[in-house]
């Protein structure tokens, strides 16, 4: 038995005398106790599955993020404030961030367990001269394997013996249609679509019968290395985790090192007492760190799982929701995402010319096609894709196939004829490979055999599968014809086949250019047939193609650089794929990459959005992605891409939200130390502030609408979380709050009220400011108080209201003025908090009206 590697073999390439004398396996099969020796030594066909981790260690897994850390340490500092209450309300929304969180978290490792479970359960081999049913697990190599219809392939074979024998490789080649089988070896450098010689572990056998001799098992298979290839793949963080660890890590150090620094300055040179000066920079401390945020970005990314889930994509993992709205650029599979997943008759082709169906309709050839094809029609022609196309375009047209003689004689289908015939109503009907009828047809002369030749050229340069349709009269022909009994034909004409696109992918194309977005179909099929649904689909004019040995030996660089002038990646192997997504990540693209097979596995997990097949998929990819597409459209890619794009917008608008007011309530606290003067907000009254606000401001963002023309953005390339025009306005609300507060609180000092109705109106103020800020954040730049924005959010309004009920209970209330150390502030208190909430919005507005007029501006020639 050989030493060799079985990838370091060509099995294709060799033939079976080699084969045989390689794998020391004889006609008789392997005796039981040779397969019992070399299942010892190679071992049982299954792949390696690692022990997943613990369901304790995911669970630990959902605290690692540096935003929990903060909101822990939140929590501990009002622990140690002895706000055990507020300190249960942050560690209780730590917990339901963590318990959502292990829910939603897939566990890394199922999709190669997924990959595993294709494998074929049982499989019958030849073992002592007898043929026996055995679980598969114990094919080994040099084991004979049947192959019947409707088998899944236990393992790597090579083909000894077929007889019609079709295999449906799609889950590993991403072919459309069943590759026919032979024995004859194949060129060494064939690509792995390509070796007709090779039956390829969890395929699927749809036609005819074979015999294969085992080459490989379990993670020696094609399907094991691509199972290898996805344990090593590194799934890569989403750009909204990776900018939250940052903008979370900044924070806390922000946070940490400005309470360090007014702890000494309040001793030193506002004169506090070190208790008095720690207590106000743990204030400071509770003030700055937006406890809420974790709570409320995981909120926002659950509205919009909901969302796209009403859009039919089925979101894994919740911070797949915000980057599909960064996709720069989708790799998309073409059978079935693209198209419709079934064979059409599209085009028909006679003497001089090619053309859409709908050329011919009507025309006297039509006509006569249809009589040809249905007398060429299978009784059967439900368990053929081809001649489940023609028997649809036959009832489109109103024939009664139930109305049909039955054949009088029949020439079965095979490879090596590439032809059938049937005998109806007086004729000999043929159909099969154009190249076999056009040497069995009667031309007039050489100029009508090479018109019918450049029709089939140009059905061929469109990338169709062509067939041809021939007849003669019948001479009484009976029971089963011979190939020889067919004689001269009358070629009738040609029919053209394609997986057609899908009605709505133009338009979805048309919306990805109008968003920026890049769109390359990467597909297992041939150059010329994607090309041609690149075309229909509007995706180039004349799409530029390039198969798998013409860009795989290119290096990352010049990958990507193809990538930006190259619509079409035809014949892509696993590695192909994996490094396409690699190429495009590394010059800066947010990349989507869409699949259905095992063989997109490891693209669809190194992809920053792997979005997977639900219809169609296999589970391996679906397990692999973090998006799972209900309906396999992908017009439902663009549809969620608009999704993402509004969630990302509401997690910037929450953030745009939460930093001013937690930046003024910790600027409130500083500006007193460094002057001096008594706090205008006590610890609990800004605990009571943030917890509010959160509930009932902050999470109204979480359901706001889409705004007009998100898909007309351009993509921006790694973008910051906080943009400067983020910065700005955070900058500018945050000192008005301040200045509202600390303003509010020293008039009312001086004014002689009580240093409860003083911190009363302070708060008020900063709480009704909010109010007014909220409304103007809801929009970017669209005016908010046009009816259509300032009642599209309910959530807003009905928040909106209750906040103003709990002011006035924390304010009014007797009880809860005893609990937060409040006061009633009067009828004018009141309308100094409505006008604060008045001036903020106005403002607010005022930065959209100069902003608008800006950008008027510099479009103006």
């Known amino acids: 038995m050989r030493d060799r590697p079985s990838s370091e073999i060509p099995w294709h390439a060799l033939s079976t005398a080699e084969i045989e004398r390689l794998l020391e396996s004889s006609s008789e099969g392997l005796s039981e106790e040779e397969a019992a020796r070399r299942r010892a030594r190679f071992g049982e066909n299954r792949l390696p599955a690692p022990p997943p981790p613990s369901a304790l260690l995911r669970f630990l897994r959902q605290f690692h993020d540096v935003l929990i850390y903060v909101l822990l340490a939140s929590g501990v500092l009002t622990l140690a404030l002895g706000h055990s209450l507020d300190s249960a309300a942050i560690f209780g929304v730590v917990l339901i961030n963590a318990i959502v969180g292990f829910v939603r978290e897939s566990k890394a490792e199922r999709a190669i367990a997924a990959v595993g479970r294709l494998l074929a359960p049982r499989a019958r081999a030849l073992r002592g001269g007898r043929w026996r049913e055995l679980p598969a697990e114990q094919l080994v190599p040099g084991d004979r394997v049947r192959l019947v219809a409707g088998d899944r392939v236990p393992a790597d074979l090579r083909l000894v013996a077929v007889d019609d024998l079709e295999i449906d490789e799609s889950i590993l080649t991403g072919e459309s249609l069943p590759v026919a089988k032979n024995t004859s070896p194949q060129a060494e450098q064939a690509p792995l679509a390509e070796r007709r010689s090779m039956a390829y572990s969890g395929t699927l056998a749809v036609r005819g019968e074979g015999i294969g001799l085992v080459v490989a098992t379990g993670a020696a298979t094609e399907i094991g290395r691509i199972s290898g290839m996805l344990r090593e793949v590194e799934r890569v963080q989403t750009p909204l985790t990776r900018e939250l660890a940052r903008f979370g890590m900044r924070l806390s150090q922000f946070i940490l090192i400005a309470a360090l620094m007014l702890f000494p300055l309040g001793v030193f040179i506002a004169g506090l007492p070190v208790a008095e000066a720690t207590l106000a920079a743990v204030a400071f401390a509770v003030a700055a760190i937006p406890e809420g945020l974790p709570a409320i970005l995981t909120i926002v990314l659950a509205v919009g799982v909901e969302r796209m889930a009403r859009r039919n994509a089925l979101v894994r993992r919740l911070p797949a929701v915000e980057t599909l709205g960064r996709v720069s650029l989708i790799l998309t599979d073409k059978t ?108 007039a002369d050489p100029e009508e055999r090479a018109s019918w030749q450049r029709s089939l050229n140009a059905l061929l340069g469109e990338g169709l599968r062509v067939i041809a349709l021939g007849r003669r009269p019948a001479r009484g022909e009976s029971g089963t014809l011979r190939p020889e009994q067919l004689g001269e034909l009358e070629l009738i004409g040609l029919i053209g086949f394609s997986d057609p696109p899908r009605p709505e992918v133009p338009e979805a194309i048309a919306r990805c250019r109008e968003a920026g977005i890049g769109v390359r179909i990467v597909t297992g099929d041939h150059a010329a047939t994607a090309a041609a649904i690149a075309r229909q689909i509007g995706l180039a004019a004349q799409p530029k193609a390039l198969s798998g040995s013409e860009y795989s030996a290119l290096d990352g660089k010049a990958l990507a650089k193809r990538l930006g002038e190259v619509e079409v990646f035809a014949r892509a192997t696993p590695e192909d794929k994996l490094r396409l997504v690699e190429a495009a990540q590394a010059v800066g693209h947010c990349v989507a990459m869409t699949g259905d097979g095992v063989n997109d596995a490891p693209a669809l997990k190194r992809a920053d959005i792997g979005v997977a097949m639900g219809r169609r998929g296999a589970e391996a990819a679906r397990e692999a992605a973090e998006i799972v597409l209900a309906d396999d459209h992908f017009a439902t890619i663009v549809a969620g891409i608009e999704e993402g794009r509004g969630v990302e917008d509401n997690i910037r608008k929450s953030l745009a939200f939460v930093l001013p007011t937690n930046a003024a309530q910790a600027a409130v606290v500083a500006v007193a130390i460094l002057f001096a003067f008594t706090l205008p907000l006590s610890p609990v009254q800004i605990l009571w502030v943030n917890m509010v606000t959160t509930v009932t401001l902050a999470l109204a963002l979480a359901v706001e609408p889409l705004e007009r023309g998100v898909m007309r953005r351009p993509v921006e390339r790694r973008r910051d979380l906080i943009t400067p025009f983020m910065l700005a306005r955070i900058l500018w609300v945050g000192v008005l709050l301040t200045g509202l507060t600390v303003g509010g609180f020293l008039w009312a000092m001086a004014a002689g009220l009580e240093l409860a109705q003083a911190r009363s109106l302070a708060l008020n103020l900063l709480v009704f400011g909010e109010i007014g800020y909220l409304f103007a954040a809801r929009r970017w730049l669209e005016p908010s108080f046009l009816a259509s924005n300032l009642l599209a959010n309910r959530m807003a309004l009905i928040a909106t209201v209750v906040l103003i009920l709990l002011q006035l209970a924390i304010t009014e209330l007797p009880p809860m003025q005893a609990l937060f150390a409040t006061a009633s502030i009067g009828l004018s208190g009141w309308w100094l908090a409505a006008l604060a909430a008045l001036l903020i919005f106005a403002l607010g507005e005022l930065e959209k009206w100069a902003l608008r007029s800006a950008r008027r501006r510099r479009s103006m020639p």
């Open 336 to 443: 079935g995402t693209l198209t419709e997943n079934r064979l059409a008759v599209t085009h028909l082709g006679f003497p001089g010319e090619a053309a859409l169906l709908d050329r011919w309709r009507g025309t006297p050839a039509f006509a006569l096609i249809l009589e040809a094809i249905a007398g060429a029609l299978a009784e059967d022609y439900e368990r053929d894709p081809l001649e489940r196309a023609l028997a649809s375009l036959l009832e489109q047209e109103g024939r009664d196939l139930s109305a049909r003689a039955p054949p009088e004689a029949r020439l079965p289908f095979s490879s090596s004829t590439k032809m059938s015939a049937l005998v109806r109503a007086g004729w000999v009907f043929a159909k099969g490979a154009p190249e076999v009828l056009l040497t069995r047809a009667r031309f």
